[in-house]
């Protein structure tokens, strides 16, 4: 599924998750990490399938809380912390590791009821052709929809999340191609299917790592762990993962960024608070789907209802801006002039109309032109060019002329289609406002 969005070039659904929605995921998703971490900070069980679950068990398990435990987490997170700041990019993380082992197999502590890793298999895994048989394809298409959705998008979006951070760019589709490579070879040593993760990736990043190759050496260095050292191993304590963890996810709730939004945008900030419970309730991939799809019905709301300026002769020049913004702006007598800031679309044309109408109106003047400036209208399908054909023609009845002024190629293109130049005249991409406004003056003295 990865090597063919790759190759059909859908990557660009990730471009619908916008930095606000990072903002939320990454929150989202440093709340959920954390949450699963912290019953082992607690020296507790820990359980739960959601947020609302985990929290409530660990606040019932808090009375059981192992002091032993979690002094030695809270020692290691006071570690990690201050090693970051005396000592960055040194591997204070593999000493703490280190460290911890040494006292849990040679003293007391091991007697403390420290939860460690336990018993890891010796050996790299055997290499096997793929066993699935083409009857069983039916049963496992769904799910592995499911797990490429997930995958790519908690991939894409962790990535970002550190390419935000450290000032790279990211190719999404690229990422498609190695997802697919990946899961394409992990499924002859009979893995799991794979994926970026943002706790393991944001752990890589704390440790310093600039390049993909952190990646090579990380893996080799697993492949040397599982040879050698996994009698060493199995007396890990899971608290010193958790305090890793722990430490390299608190960046990723950025409360000033949150303040940013509420206070220069407040629609950005709910749709980052969206992103955030949704990934919270829901997961991963819901929540960041369910702020991209507000984001986009967001969108079409902003377009649906455009704003449609009405344009004044800035003194002393031959340029025209919004009359509302700047009413010291000159009328032109006689000359209405529009702008709509926005594509002209089957969904807000009758918007458009209405406001063009409301203002014609409300004139106390009577009109004989009205300039449509088109300047800021990438795009007119054929709805919208057929409502500016009934537009010339309820405006001529009431004997006030349409001109089209500063269209670009693609708009040209659909009014010419839809025979307009027949009613309009010429419709060209060098006739200005200013020179519609010349003619119609003239006319109008005339």
Known sequence: MAILAYLLRLSGIINFISETVLVGFKAGAAITIGLTQLPKLFGVKGGGENFLERIIILFQQLPDTNTAVFIFGVSS?????IGEK???GKPVAILIVILSI???????????????????????????????RIRDVDGVLPLALACFLLSYIESVSAARTLAQDNGYIIDPRQELLALGVANAAVA?????????????????????????????FASATIALCLLFLTGFLQNLPTVILASIVLVAIRGLFD??????????????????MIALVGVLIWGILTGV??????????????????????????????????????????????????????SILYFNSEYIKEEIWTKINHETNPLKTIILDLSSSPHIDISGARFLKQLFIDLNAKNISLKI???????????RDENLESLLGHISRFVSVDDLVVSATKNNQA
């Open 77 to 81: 997170i006071i570690i990690l912390i």
């Open 86 to 88: 005396m000592a960055p």
């Open 102 to 132: 040494i006292l849990i197999s040679t003293t007391s502590l091991g007697l403390q009821g420290f939860k460690t890793v336990g018993v890891i298999p010796t050996g790299l895994p055997q290499f096997h052709l793929p066993s699935l």
């Open 188 to 216: 002859f040593g009979r893995g799991y299917p794979v994926a970026g993760g943002l706790s393991q990736s944001a752990v890589n990043d704390t440790a310093g790592a600039k390049t993909p190759l952190s990646l090579l």
């Open 255 to 272: 409360l000033d960024e949150m303040k940013h939004l509420y206070k220069i945008n407040k629609q950005e900030f709910y749709v980052a």
């Open 289 to 342: 789907l369910l702020a991209a799809i507000v984001t986009l019905l967001l969108l079409i709301k902003s377009t649906s209802n455009p704003n449609v300026a009405f344009l004044g002769r800035i003194p002393g020049t031959k340029r025209y801006s919004d009359i509302e913004r700047h009413p010291d702006n000159e009328n032109i007598e006689g000359v209405l002039i529009v702008r709509v800031e926005s």
């Open 405 to 415: 002024a500063e269209a670009r190629s693609e708009v040209r293109d659909i009014l």
